[in-house]
């Protein structure tokens, strides 16, 4: 008798953007569009795939997320090459596979999107940020809101679900400049949004401006304000805030990343690309490709770092990602990928944050309340 095949999604990392945004630090490279690999970059994630086929064996595809970097600047017959060798490399395809792309305003056209949808994505999920040009120029970004409006109206005529980014805690933004951007989103047809809060990293060009002293921030309990106000927003529209910085109208939630905050198995392709896959209870190994793109190309080792996962490590990964979510973490279902029970040994932490009202444990599930959620790091910091 076989058994079940085991979930498994594929993120394939597009290593290039056509300009560098002051404020990120992804393993990405600014690029010029005559430069781009199209081809070579294909060839390179199909012979990476060929590599790892030992590994797909036994596994049913659930999902598949081209992120970056920005795909959308990689030819639509290239990616399509791609994304059929990755379907093809499974032995079982689930009916109800989810393709999705990340697509920039800036370099995202209605015939892209109608070649995407034609070489099977379904879902797109577009960089838009802010639909205020003062805060796109801030963030340095390429588009600006007539054309993040207009790609909203391009993509949402083509593709069936289109998700959203938006940033906050741009300097001098109010309440109601982030409740516009919602509504107008909403109102272009798309059924889900990614909110992040713009954060300085050390190693990015904003790191080095506010080392300086030269980068205006908005104070820190601003971020909680527009947090909160982006959540009214999206509860009066009906949405659901199913993650910490996402919210989708109803079945409209990523199950890429669901299945990733559950825990489950996924390989990365690509430069940079991190994959995990489990290997039996208690046992898992997770892998980052070589961020480099050009060793990507041209090299056959594909590894930069291994990790093999025991017990504990992924415990501590389920709580992390698991508890940013609504439902929380499924204890049986982390007992059994980690082949120990996820509560032994910090019985007497969850008791207290139970107590104090940071968690809560519902049947197999255990959860931040909605109303911590903004104190959630500190709150799973105290369980590791
Ligand atoms: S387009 Fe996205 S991935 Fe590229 S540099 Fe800007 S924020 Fe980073």
Redesign the pocket.
Known sequence: MSSEPTSTSVYIHFPW?A???P??D?A?EPIRAEALPHEEYADAVLRELDARAADLQGRALKSIFFG???PSLWGPSALGRALRGITGAFDRVRDDLEVTVEC?PSSLTRENVALLREAGVGRLSI?VQSLRDPHLRFLG?LHDSVRAAAALEEATQEMPRVSADLMFGMPGQTLEELGEDIARIAEAGVRHVSAYALTIEEKTMFGSLHRAGKLRVAPEERYADLFEHAERRFTDLGWTHYEVSNYAAEGEESRHNLHYWRGGAYVGLGAAAVGCLDHGPGRAERWRNDPNPQRYLTQRTLEAEVEELGPDEIIREALMLGLRTVDGMNLVATEMRAGQDPKAGREREIERAIDNGNLEQVGDWLRVPHDRWLKLDGIVRDLF
């Open positions: 953007c300009r560098k945004c404020y990120c992804f990405t970056g970097g920005t920039n960089g970004r």
